[in-house]
């Protein structure tokens, strides 16, 4: 999946977690500053230009001690913060500028000897024509193909879904009034068999109305140039 973020805000995110990226709870470091500790304190230190061992040996003990006693604060600091990979990641998309992610579904007349067709239906709400289009789904084909097989009354065997491309672009929202930043990912649906009443220029499935319409046709009504000519052009431009 493809996200789009501001790189002024992703610095900004990672100057305030760069204390905490990369930390772990590492406790090789304590039991290295142990283990020196020890071996200071069970060693003796001969004296050395007229310096008495002692103080070296005292030295040692004092380094000894610091380096252990910062290895467990940072050990307590990092238990306090547990902020890894995982958090990271999750603050990263929460930058995601994206607003919508759609799946747009072209269906071609392939019953016909020269497919030249686009399936689409009339959205009551945009009063528009729109080709088939879901919201992003986890199990995305799988839930893509279950829709299509409900909507369209066909066998989920005989459709056949293959990921063309991905387009992200700013819109402006009529329902919003607004520009937000989409991203579309789009599939092309193969039907094995097509019902008979799909055959028809015209046709109504659970009280939708679908189309079968010429990329020309598309592209002059007025409706679909005020609300639909971008996705319209990806389609055009993909398939």
Known sequence: MKILIDDVKLNLLLEQK?????KTI??????????????????????????????FKTLFVILGL??????????????????????????INKLNEIAHNH??????????????????????????EFFLNYK???????????????????????????????????????SAKEAKIYS???????IKEFPDFMKQESFESDGREYHWRSMPELEQNPDVQKKNIDVVNFVKELF
């Open 26 to 55: 590492v406790w090789d470091s304590v039991l290295s500053s142990a283990s020196l500790l020890i071996s200071v304190i069970m060693s003796s230190y001969k004296d050395i230009l007229g310096i008495p061992g002692v103080v």
């Open 184 to 190: 579309h990912k789009f599939y092309l649906a193969t």
């Open 66 to 91: 610091f380096f252990t006693g910062k290895s467990i604060v940072d050990i307590v600091k990092t238990s306090k913060n547990r902020y890894n990979f995982e958090d990271l990641l999750r603050d």
């Open 103 to 128: 799946s747009i579904v072209v269906i071609k007349d392939s019953f016909q000897k020269f497919p030249n067709r686009f399936l689409v239906y009339e959205d009551n709400r945009w009063d528009c």
């Open 18 to 22: 760069k204390q905490f990226i990369g």
């Open 136 to 174: 992003e789904n986890p199990n995305n084909e799988e839930f893509i193909r279950s829709h299509i097989s409900n909507e369209l009354k066909i066998d989920p065997g005989d459709i056949q879904l293959k990921y063309v491309g991905q387009k992200i672009h700013e819109k402006y929202s009529e």
